[in-house]
């Protein structure tokens, strides 16, 4: 999650006439997809665009709840976000689900398959949703053709290596207070990277899971969310969040503020 800090996002507008916006709203064509920067054809020509196209299965929707893959499937496909949000489950040794991550618009899921051709975890549909899906073997084989789509490929394993060494720090070195505030301001520079400045924004996830994935119970996820909002920090209204004091977050996130305690 660190990818957000020193970013600049622009002032929150009024709360009166804030724009809220849900992800389940962003939708995406392929040829003229507006997520073409974040998802696949990230610097491709038009021709490999094409070419990439051909193997695309498009238009996979998910029902809230339901399954894309298990736990334990072999490696078929990858799969874009294109409408919508899921989460990723694993299970932990003594056999309890631990939600490891969230994907939105733009972002690929399937990619951890790819070392064991088996998926280690269980990837959930938050709230009706659809899907790029696209043929693991055809993308191979495509990539061998197309040096730009082979360069992509290891650029997205990259970032999933960052994202895991992002949420060990999180869950190892960060204290509730900013664990929440990193994830947060994580949400709004992902939804951010669709184009739009983006500091109002509705939670697809329930405060369970996000307590989940933040390893937090769902009491200490409600309550911070209570106090960042009476410290002025946050709007809360049902799952919607808004950001109002983007500085005093990154703050918080960064460990800045429990610096700045223990010096005085």
Not at 25 to 52: M, V
């Amino acid at each position: 999650m660190n990818d957000y800090l020193g970013q600049k996002i622009a002032p929150m507008e009024n709360e009166g006439t804030a724009k809220v916006i849900s992800i389940s709203s962003i939708k995406a064509a392929c040829q003229s997809c507006t997520l073409r920067e974040l998802c696949l054809p990230f610097g491709l020509n038009a021709a490999d665009i094409s070419a990439l196209d051909r193997i695309i299965k498009r238009r996979r929707k998910l029902k809230k709840g339901e399954t894309l893959y298990r736990s334990g499937d072999h490696l078929r496909s990858l799969y874009a976000v294109r409408v919508g949000a899921l989460k990723s489950v694993g299970l932990i040794e003594d056999g309890r689900a631990q939600v490891t991550g969230f994907h939105l618009p733009g972002e690929l899921l399937g990619i951890d398959a790819i070392s064991a051709d088996v998926h280690p975890t269980t990837a959930e549909a938050l709230e009706n949703s659809e899907v790029c899906e696209i043929p693991y073997v055809a993308l191979e084989n495509l990539a061998q053709q197309i040096p730009g789509l082979q360069h992509q490929m290891i650029r997205l394993m990259s970032r999933e290596i960052v994202r895991d060494d992002e949420m060990l720090m999180l869950l190892g070195r960060m204290t509730a207070e900013e664990r929440l505030a990193a994830c947060l301001l994580s949400f709004s520079r992902r939804l951010a990277n669709l184009g739009t400045t983006v500091t109002s924004f509705k939670l697809n996830m329930s405060r369970k899971d996000l307590g989940d994935y933040l390893g937090l119970a769902l009491e200490t996820v409600s309550r911070l969310l209570s106090r960042f909002q009476e410290e002025g920090m946050i709007t809360v209204q049902g799952r919607h969040i808004g950001l109002r004091n983007l500085e005093r977050l990154r703050r918080l996130a960064t460990g800045a503020s429990r610096e700045t305690s223990s010096r005085a």
